[in-house]
């Protein structure tokens, strides 16, 4: 059994930043071998690939939020970070947590960012 747990989600003015916290535990995924990725999710949209991390710690980010969104890894807490800044409204979302093997992967809660005035 896999289960992430999220956290850092919140309301946040327009130029601020949060950083989301993914925590995985459990037998069923070795993680410091596992590729991470947090996706997002806006009301009548679809699901959008925001950043990866893989086991070589090697990331990946949807373009438009380079140079303000960075993702990493903390083996030793078994935890996925993604620092979020210079929110935009556009930015609100629910973001998610996928953590990832050769042969399964397993979706977190999601945690609401709500950017707005």
């Known amino acids: 059994q896999v289960q992430l747990v999220e956290s850092g989600g919140g309301l946040v003015q327009p130029g601020g930043s949060l950083r989301l916290s993914c925590t995985v535990s459990?037998?069923?995924?070795?993680?410091?071998?596992?590729?991470v990725a947090w996706y997002r999710q806006a009301p009548g949209k679809l699901r959008e690939l925001v950043a990866t991390?893989?086991?070589?710690?090697?990331?990946t980010y949807a373009d438009a939020l380079k140079g303000r969104f960075t993702i990493s890894r903390d083996n030793a807490k078994n935890t996925v970070y993604l620092q979020m800044n210079s929110l935009k409204p556009e930015d609100t979302a629910v973001y998610s947590c996928?953590?990832?093997?050769?042969?399964?992967?397993?979706w977190g809660q999601g945690t609401q960012v709500t950017v707005s005035t």
């Open positions: 991390i893989s086991s070589a710690d090697i990331s």
């Open positions: 996928n953590v990832a093997d050769l042969s399964k992967s397993y």
């Open positions: 459990g037998s069923g995924i070795i993680f410091i071998f596992a590729r």
